[in-house]
């Protein structure tokens, strides 16, 4: 039975797709292009005018369709788009809604990519970005243009997890008649962007959807109207610039989409548990679900029931130097991985200044905020976080005592 409140984790569980023979899993398209029956059918197709046709699988192909329904359903949107990685999703729904002369409103604390693509790719063609402290609603407002035509953020950003007023942001949006553009790659399942007015919800889903750390996607989730535009074989961005996910990968990304929910809760379990003890230990850290963060009342007030708080911390410890011992020994000691990227089984660090957010000039890094002794957690999956605990701190004060 269905229920009537969307619940993004019943969404995945209610998905029932067969396989071609009554396979537990839908078969793998492994076709680039598809046949059609009459010429008139294929003119047809090209014209847009039939449905539920495929055509060639830079458009979609089955395995791309299944994924795509089923993130729709868990961002509770008429349609989505998978693409070849978040950086292809967010690029494609930047270029389709700017034209030569639109102006951007976008939050200064998000992926480096993203920031690097606003800041020197897009002006190349005229597209230019007011970038903004995202938490100050009359600064946001302020930033807006005649020509602006998107608000764009991540929901909790990346890396210095800021927190984005959503229902406000989505207030401006309908006042000057703007989309709102979220990039929801650190909360799957934890907030759905859509019900406090997001237009389009992007996901990197290399990051904690696919959970494997074996491959590059993204998805674009809207309504079934823009997605359609973004496929259309004339002026479609997806189309024409062509960043198409893989069918198998499709069908890879799907498998593992099943056990997010799980994932999400022993994330936001071990996290919950390392920012509260980081805390009393006295250690700067940054986490959404702290009573202490700058917008935990409204982190609280946008999350989806059961999931906890996220996956996603950060401790500052002084300087360059020192996160970088402290990361090294952390490796040593089978902590996790010093690495970039997020949603592994294990934990992965990196100092977000020096990688990630290398992209943002020094000055710029300084401004909002972003240490040099920054590190940013992606917690894992332990089995047995409190023996974790005790393994980072020995590595936090050992580092820290021999400087
Ligand atoms: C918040 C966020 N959005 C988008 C991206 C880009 O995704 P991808 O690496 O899949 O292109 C990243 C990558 O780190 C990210 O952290």
């Given at each position: 039975?269905?229920?009537?409140?969307?619940?993004?984790?019943?969404?995945?569980?209610?998905?029932?797709?067969?396989?071609?023979?009554?396979?537990?899993?839908?078969?793998?398209?492994?076709?680039?292009?598809?046949?059609?029956?009459?010429?008139?059918?294929?003119?047809?197709?090209?014209?847009?005018?039939?449905?539920?046709?495929?055509?060639?699988?830079?458009?979609?192909?089955?395995?791309?369709?299944?994924?795509?329904?089923?993130?729709?359903?868990?961002?509770?949107?008429?349609a989505a788009h998978?693409t070849?990685?978040?950086?292809a999703a967010i690029t494609a729904v930047i270029m389709q809604l700017c034209h030569s002369?639109s102006?951007v409103?976008?939050?200064?604390?998000?992926?480096?990519?993203?920031?690097?693509f606003?800041?020197?790719?897009a002006?190349?063609y005229?597209i230019?970005?007011?970038?903004?402290?995202?938490?100050?609603?009359?600064?946001?407002?302020?930033?807006?243009?005649?020509?602006?035509k998107i608000?764009y953020?991540?929901?909790?950003?990346?890396?210095?997890?800021?927190?984005?007023?959503?229902?406000?942001?989505?207030?401006?949006?309908?006042?000057?008649?703007?989309k709102?553009i979220?990039?929801?790659?650190?909360?799957?399942?934890?907030?759905?962007?859509?019900?406090?007015?997001?237009d389009v919800?992007i996901?990197?889903?290399?990051?904690?959807?696919?959970?494997?750390?074996?491959?590059?996607?993204g998805?674009i989730c809207g309504t079934?109207k823009f997605i359609n535009e973004l496929k259309d074989v004339n002026d479609g961005s997806c189309m024409l610039l062509g960043a198409?996910?893989?069918?198998?990968?499709?069908?890879?990304?799907?498998?593992?989409?099943?056990?997010?929910?799980?994932?999400?809760?022993?994330?936001?379990?071990?996290?919950?548990?390392?920012?509260?003890?980081?805390?009393?230990?006295?250690?700067?850290?940054?986490?959404?679900?702290?009573?202490?963060?700058?917008?935990?009342?409204?982190?609280?007030?946008?999350?989806?029931?059961?999931?906890?708080?996220?996956?996603?911390?950060?401790?500052?410890?002084?300087?360059?130097?020192?996160?970088?011992?402290?990361?090294?020994?952390?490796?040593?000691?089978?902590?996790?991985?010093?690495?970039?990227?997020?949603?592994?089984?294990?934990?992965?660090?990196?100092?977000?200044?020096?990688?990630?957010?290398?992209?943002?000039?020094?000055?710029?890094?300084?401004?909002?905020?972003?240490?040099?002794?920054?590190?940013?957690?992606?917690?894992?999956?332990?089995?047995?976080?409190?023996?974790?605990?005790?393994?980072?701190?020995?590595?936090?004060?050992?580092?820290?005592?021999?400087?």
């Amino acid at each position: 039975m269905k229920t009537t409140i969307h619940n993004p984790a019943n969404e995945i569980q209610d998905l029932q797709f067969f396989g071609e023979f009554g396979g537990v899993n839908p078969s793998i398209s492994d076709s680039s292009t598809y046949t059609f029956l009459t010429a008139q059918a294929m003119s047809d197709t090209f014209e847009g005018k039939t449905e539920g046709c495929y055509l060639y699988s830079r458009h979609s192909s089955p395995s791309n369709m299944y994924l795509a329904t089923a993130l729709a359903k868990m961002e509770n949107t008429e349609a989505a788009h998978v693409t070849a990685s978040g950086m292809a999703a967010i690029t494609a729904v930047i270029m389709q809604l700017c034209h030569s002369g639109s102006h951007v409103v976008s939050s200064r604390t998000i992926y480096g990519g993203t920031y690097a693509f606003l800041k020197n790719m897009a002006p190349k063609y005229g597209i230019n970005t007011s970038f903004v402290d995202i938490t100050k609603l009359e600064t946001v407002e302020a930033a807006i243009t005649p020509n602006t035509k998107i608000i764009y953020c991540e929901t909790v950003s990346n890396p210095l997890l800021e927190v984005a007023d959503l229902n406000g942001l989505s207030a401006l949006c309908k006042k000057y008649n703007l989309k709102l553009i979220v990039d929801n790659t650190f909360t799957p399942l934890l907030i759905t962007p859509t019900k406090f007015g997001a237009d389009v919800v992007i996901h990197s889903l290399t990051k904690y959807i696919n959970g494997s750390s074996d491959c590059v996607g993204g998805v674009i989730c809207g309504t079934e109207k823009f997605i359609n535009e973004l496929k259309d074989v004339n002026d479609g961005s997806c189309m024409l610039l062509g960043a198409t996910m893989d069918s198998l990968r499709a069908a890879s990304i799907l498998k593992n989409l099943r056990t997010l929910p799980i994932r999400i809760k022993q994330h936001s379990y071990n996290a919950n548990y390392l920012a509260n003890t980081f805390k009393n230990d006295g250690i700067k850290v940054v986490y959404p679900g702290l009573q202490n963060h700058p917008s935990h009342e409204i982190f609280i007030s946008l999350l989806n029931e059961e999931y906890g708080n996220g996956g996603m911390l950060t401790i500052d410890v002084g300087s360059k130097e020192n996160a970088n011992m402290v990361m090294q020994s952390m490796q040593d000691n089978n902590v996790g991985y010093l690495a970039v990227s997020l949603g592994f089984y294990k934990t992965l660090f990196s100092a977000p200044g020096s990688s990630t957010s290398s992209e943002i000039p020094a000055e710029e890094q300084i401004e909002m905020g972003l240490s040099d002794g920054l590190i940013r957690f992606s917690i894992g999956l332990d089995h047995d976080i409190k023996r974790t605990n005790q393994i980072i701190m020995k590595c936090i004060e050992e580092t820290l005592i021999t400087t």
